[in-house]
């Protein structure tokens, strides 16, 4: 198992239209991957600009077996409704370690 964390930054105001959008562009896509598990939002409580995405997947092969095309394809669709009003702050890999 492996975590795709993802910390973005835009304006509080702007913070709800984010999360909505991203509900719609990016989960439909993402449900219909082989290896995706779920994908949970975290906004912070103290810094109303940042959100962090994580994302679980069964299997690192299947994740990036997923065309890179595809994935331009999800996060120009993102920007063209949302504009530039947001950055990826960090992109991270992280393995699940179980005892």
Do not use: H, N
Not at 41 to 65: H, N, P, T
């Amino acid at each position: 198992m492996v975590i795709e964390w993802l910390e973005f930054r835009t304006s509080p105001e702007r913070r709800e239209d984010f999360v909505q959008l991203d509900f719609e562009i990016w989960d439909p896509f993402l449900k219909a991957q082989a290896g995706f598990v779920r994908k949970e939002i975290w906004l912070d409580a103290a810094d109303r600009g940042r959100i962090a995405i994580a994302v679980e997947w069964s299997d690192r092969d299947l994740w990036k077996s997923i065309p890179e095309s595809q994935i331009s394809e999800r996060t120009e669709a993102f920007g063209a409704r949302f504009g530039d009003a947001y950055d990826l702050v960090s992109s991270q890999e992280f393995q699940v370690r179980k005892r």
